[in-house]
C-alpha cells in the first residue's frame, strides 16, 4: 500500500541545506503495522510528514495504493492518509473546543453529519461524549492523545500514520493507546 524509494529531504536554502533524510527506503501492503526505528532526531518523524504530504521540499517516489505521489498532492489524499503528531498538543488549538478541532476535518473535506462522525470518533477511541465541550488543557495527556487519534479517524482513513503515538504518556495511557490501536488494526 506505501512504497518509499530513495526518499530524501532537506531543510534550509541552497547552501546551506541540512539533510535529514537520505535515501530511504521500503515498501509494506494492506492490513499491517510497519515501524520505522531509529534515533531520536534520525528523520522518523521527516519521513512520516512526507508521505503524509506536509513536507514538500523532498526526492525520490513516494506510492500510495499504487499511485506515485508528487509534491502536490490530490485532496482525495489528505482525507485516506492522516498522520496522528509525536505531541498531541502541536494538533490541538489550546483556544478551540475538543469538539471544534474534532469537527474541522470533516468541514474541510465537506462531510455531512458532522455531529455524528464527532460522537462515533470519541467513542472509537473509548471517550464519552462530554469531552467534545472540554478545552485540550483539561484533559490528561492520554485523553488528548485519543482526541489526536479521533482526529485522525473521523475521516475513515485507509492509512493512518502515527509519529510515536504513546510519547510522553505513563505505562497506563500508554497501554490503553497500545490496546486501542490493535484493535482499531483488527
Known sequence: MITVRDLS???????GEVRAVCGVSFSFGTGISF???GQSGCGKSTVLHSISGLIRNW??????????QSVKRHPTLYQNVQ???????SSLHPRHLVGTALA??????????????????LDEVGLPSSVRYRYPL???GGQRQRVALARALLLKPKILLLDEPT????????????KLLNGLRR
Open 9 to 15: 529531504v532537506s531543510y534550509g536554502e541552497e547552501g
Open 35 to 37: 515501524g520505522l526505528v
Open 59 to 68: 526526492s525520490g517516489i513516494i506510492e500510495i495504493d499504487g499511485q506515485r
Open 83 to 89: 498522520l496522528v503528531f509525536q505531541d498531541s498538543n
Open 104 to 121: 474541522e476535518p470533516a468541514l474541510i473535506q465537506n462531510l455531512d453529519d458532522v455531529d455524528k462522525r464527532v460522537e462515533i470518533a
Open 138 to 140: 483539561q484533559l490528561s
Open 167 to 178: 510519547a510522553g504518556l505513563d505505562m497506563v495511557a500508554q497501554d490503553g493507546i497500545i
